[in-house]
């Protein structure tokens, strides 16, 4: 047998030292020296994150050691799945194996009147820091005092997706018998509408979140990030 020649962890040296925050701990206190460095008083923090990422180990962690004030999750302002689940059936079709590459926006899976909800929440919420948490975090809000983006190999997505761990874009279908359909919603829909929506924020990112080792997250600035991919 054939050694194969796919690389499922590919790296790419930089030029210049970068620093990178590794564990929780040190993750949430580097935030929250920038909070404290820019004044902000009652700060919102978004955490964007692609399908994939385990939403509750970022939000378990950041809520034990940022102690927010008040946490918004993105998928509660989503459309019911029944409607998502007509959104995305052009695309899906019931063919087992074949679909057609989305042209669907994050913004189409957002319930405007949850997201103006979500607003007034943060705007009559008391002292302290307000996370905003999931996809589409950065849409809920436009302007937050920091934005980080946590970002997933495809690779460790499907991993995830073999053991039921993740669910589909604004669903909650982790357990489907056959994670094939998991997969193939991943690659007509999901994956089509973050890409969309990452290169639009991918100027704005403060920091680049890491989580494809559960438990193990690094964090860089989102200087780093981009002159590293200019490099």
């Not at 994939?52 to 927010?68: F, H, K, W």
């Not at 993105?74 to 959104?87: C, D, G, N, Q, V």
Request: glycine share 6%; aromatic share 10%.
């Amino acid at each position: 047998m054939h050694d194969s020649k796919f690389n499922s962890h590919p790296s790419i040296e930089v030029s210049q030292p970068v620093t990178v925050y590794s564990g929780w701990e040190t993750i949430a206190s580097q935030l929250l020296h920038d909070l404290r460095a820019a004044g902000h008083n009652r700060p919102v923090v978004a955490i964007d994150c692609y399908p994939g990422v385990l939403e509750e180990e970022i939000t378990s962690a950041l809520v034990q050691n940022i102690r927010p004030s008040l946490v918004i999750q993105t998928r509660e302002l989503m459309w019911p799945e029944s409607l998502i689940e007509k959104l995305v059936y052009p695309d899906v079709t019931d063919d087992r194996i074949f679909g057609f590459l989305s042209r669907l926006t994050i913004d189409a899976f957002f319930n405007p009147e949850k997201m103006e909800q979500a607003l007034e929440q943060i705007k009559t919420a008391g002292d302290g820091i307000t996370l905003v948490l999931g996809t589409g975090a950065a849409l809920v809000y436009p302007n937050p005092a920091l934005l980080v983006y946590a970002d997933m190999a495809r690779w460790e997505i499907q991993l995830r997706m073999r053991k039921h761990l993740v669910d589909n874009l604004g669903l909650a279908n982790r357990d489907t018998p056959d994670w094939g359909l998991l997969y193939k919603q991943g690659f007509f829909v999901d994956w089509r509408v973050s890409d969309r929506w990452k290169r639009k924020l991918i100027t704005r990112w403060d920091y680049l979140l890491d989580t494809n080792q559960r438990e193990h997250p690094k964090m860089v600035t989102g200087n780093a990030l981009r002159e590293g991919l200019r490099q």
